[in-house]
């Protein structure tokens, strides 16, 4: 089985290229939608404990907890702490499950995948990309960010230019979804020669 790895900074498309792999049949591991899970369940007690106010019924108010650790490293680290863990353990449990059903490829969408030290966990890297004035205004566009969010968010992630170099493909999204799911037909193409061996270099590239 192989595991590929897709990741990409804020804006870049990573969400809409994981629904792409999804709607062809790829099994996908959602890191994000995982830890919105976990915000409902057993990571708020946990959170609630060391960021008191930042639950209500049981459930992590994400502004709440962003009020509380963004621009704050040691808080950061402290939330990273609680949830990596759990996240984990999820993703494990995904794994086992798709190797049981005999799967030949699963995505997992990791968004701060190289950050984590992730990539020694898969086999091959697939990046999302997209010129910096397309993310800006993507970014910028959701409710309730700023440009001193947005700012915050960048600067806990590598480079968009430094996860490129390091990735085994590449899908530009600012051309629009019929482009990338093309891009994401011809990577799965591509990846049919490659199961479960771990790529080294650029092998594959797409868009």
């Known amino acids: 089985m192989l595991v590929l790895g897709l990741t990409g900074s804020i804006g870049m498309g990573k969400s809409t290229t994981a629904t ?6 790829v099994p996908v591991h959602d890191a994000d939608a995982t830890v919105h899970k976990l915000y409902r369940g057993r990571a708020a007690p946990l959170i609630e404990a060391r960021f008191p106010g930042s639950t209500n019924s049981g459930v ?14 040691a808080e950061i680290e402290a939330l990273e702490a609680i949830v990596h863990p759990l ?14 059903r005999a799967a030949r490829l699963v995505v997992l969408d ?15 890297i697939l990046v999302v ?15 309730g960010m700023t440009a001193d969010k947005f700012a915050a968010i960048l600067a806990r992630q590598i480079p ?32 049919a020669g490659h199961p479960g061996r771990r790529l080294v270099g650029p092998a594959v590239t797409s868009g």
């Open 20 to 25: 792409l792999f999804g709607a062809a049949g």
């Open 87 to 100: 996240v984990r353990e999820e993703e494990i449990a995904f794994l086992t499950a798709a190797r049981a």
């Open 160 to 191: 968009d230019k430094e996860k490129r170099r390091r990735s085994h493909a590449l899908i530009d999204t600012s051309f629009g979804l019929d482009a990338a799911r093309r891009d994401v037909e011809a990577l799965l193409r591509a990846l």
């Open 110 to 124: 990791i968004p701060l995948l190289f950050e984590t030290g992730a990539e020694a966990r898969v086999d091959a």
């Open 60 to 73: 992590v108010q994400r502004d709440r907890l962003a009020a509380a650790v963004l621009g704050r490293p």
């Open 129 to 143: 990309t997209a010129p910096d004035s397309v993310q800006k205004a993507r970014v910028l566009a959701r409710p």
